[in-house]
């Protein structure tokens, strides 16, 4: 162990008492139960009951089982001794339809949620929307059409007003980058769209979903000192070579600030709009909607995983697109197809991403220097390894060792002068992997897909330790 070196591997380093250590999950990827009790289908349903959308063809149609299995997942959470549980809920378990008159079962099994978290002492942070869309607003034109916005802010106010009087955080969206680009423009998502105008149609109307959304939960919760929140997944952009500064600029014009832009600074960036003009004249934009979409919010969620490194292409050598997600042919990036993704160096963790704790704290520094009175908290962080289960225990050492060097980088990060205010761990259990099936496992908690039996993870005991003690324990080097 080398102590307080350039490679993030502290240990003993303190975060205050008021500092929010928890984890987080998603209602698809744990859930199951995927016909029960009136729920309706989403877009992940059918994209994973489609041949060759996923991965050997996994589905989330029993996935952990969480459904069924809340009073042992919530044991489970308290055992590690959880101060936060970041969960979503699904909206077709709520309106099959995502339409009219909620569904009592649905309701009622986030609100056992909800008090079960409270009963043990852990903060419940709901996020509306993690990515399943009911199949009807899909039917009737997804996130490209506008009303689906407005479906969202019905939505929205039902739950807030079924659970407003406990949630201490609500979380608008998940990812909505993911969203808009991996799902109506690569195609590597549900609904697997391939349309780079549908794609930007639908950036405009989740950011629009948002602020709707803000407005219909403040006038519906009733808990005083609730908190409101988006989360964002930010690219985190290094160059190669002389060309990479135009597109690292294209890249987080397009990744990054096409929602900080509306949602922080009340405008859509110029150079974004210069960059799709040939695609569209955003005349989608209706007056009055940056006003809706620009709020204040409590805090940002940061979601943070890895690195890009990018340059623009050349157009003659071959063109490598390793841009971090499963490569189906339709594109991630309207207006900048021209943008190289380069292999990352190593190491990796399973999903092929690299590991770089000085990414995340320098993400945090630049994310405070431009909003500096907003307040941040890492909403999902972790990695992928390939476990084995050996005699009833996992020893992961590298999971232990990414989350030491990230938290390490937290730390540092707030050193600096940073407001971070928590940190969830992705994920509590393994999980469905979206296009991945079942092949990534990201959680603290193994679960044995056959048997749906649980096991604590050597990185569980080990977050469970930070937790107790408010220090970075150590690690195997």
């Known amino acids: 162990m080398i102590n307080g070196s350039a490679d993030y591997r502290d240990s003993g380093l303190e975060f205050p008492a008021d500092f929010l250590l928890g984890s987080a999950t998603a209602a698809y990827q744990i859930e199951g139960a995927f016909q029960e009790d009136g729920r309706g289908p989403s877009i992940w349903d059918s994209f994973s009951h489609t041949p060759g959308r996923t991965l050997a063809g996994d589905t989330g149609d029993v996935a952990d089982d969480h459904y069924h299995r809340l009073p042992g997942d919530l044991e489970l959470m308290s055992r ?7 969960f979503s809920i699904a909206w077709p378990r709520i309106q099959p339809s995502g339409s009219g008159k909620p569904l009592e079962a649905g309701l009622s099994f986030y609100s056992r949620l909800v008090d079960g978290l409270l009963e043990r002492g852990i903060k419940p942070i709901a996020t509306l929307y993690h990515w399943d869309l009911p199949q009807e607003l899909e039917d009737a034109g997804g996130w490209p059409a506008r009303d689906t916005a407005l479906r ?3 939505y929205a106010s039902i739950v807030g007003e079924a659970l407003g009087d406990r949630v201490a955080v609500w979380t608008t969206m998940n990812e909505p980058w993911c969203s808009a680009f991996l799902g ?14 549908a794609a930007l149609r639908a950036a405009h109307h989740l950011n629009l979903g948002h602020g ?13 000192d609730a908190q409101y929140s988006i989360t964002l997944n930010f690219h985190a952009l290094r160059g190669e070579d002389k060309s990479s500064p135009e597109a690292i600029r294209r890249i987080d014009a397009l990744g990054n600030r096409s929602f900080t832009g509306p949602l922080l600074h009340g405008e859509y960036p110029i150079d974004l709009l210069e960059d799709t003009h040939e695609i569209t004249d955003w005349s989608f934009v209706q007056p009055g909607d940056l006003e809706i979409i620009h709020q204040p919010i409590d805090f940002l969620g940061v979601n943070f995983y890895s690195t890009a490194t990018v340059r623009m292409w050349d157009g003659k050598s071959p063109k490598s697109n390793n841009d971090g997600h499963r490569d189906v042919g339709g594109s991630a990036w309207p207006g900048s197809r021209d943008v190289e993704f380069l292999p990352q ?47 009833g225990q996992v020893h992961d050492v590298n999971r232990i060792d990414y989350l030491r060097r990230h938290f390490t980088a937290a730390h540092r990060a707030r050193a600096r002068g940073v407001d971070l205010r928590g940190y969830m761990v992705w994920s509590l259990l393994d999980n469905f992997e979206w296009g991945y099936g079942y092949s990534k496992r990201f959680g603290l908690v193994r679960v044995n897909y056959d048997t749906q039996e649980r096991t604590i993870k050597d990185s569980g005991l080990w977050f469970a330790e930070l937790i107790e003690t408010r220090r970075i324990p150590e690690g195997q080097e």
Do not use: C
């Open 345 to 391: 160096s190593g190491p990796l963790t399973a999903m092929g991403w690299n590991i770089a704790p000085e990414a995340l704290e320098e993400l945090l520094v630049s994310l405070a220097q431009e909003f500096p009175k907003l307040p941040l908290v890492i909403t999902e962080n972790g990695a992928a390894f390939d476990d084995v289960e050996v005699d």
């Open 212 to 224: 709707l959304a803000l407005k219909e939960l403040r006038h519906v919760v009733t808990k005083p």
């Open 80 to 86: 590690l001794g959880l101060q936060a549980y970041r």
């Open 152 to 154: 969202f802010a019905e």
């Open 184 to 197: 109506y423009g690569s195609g590597s998502h549900a609904p697997g769209r391939t349309s780079d105008l």
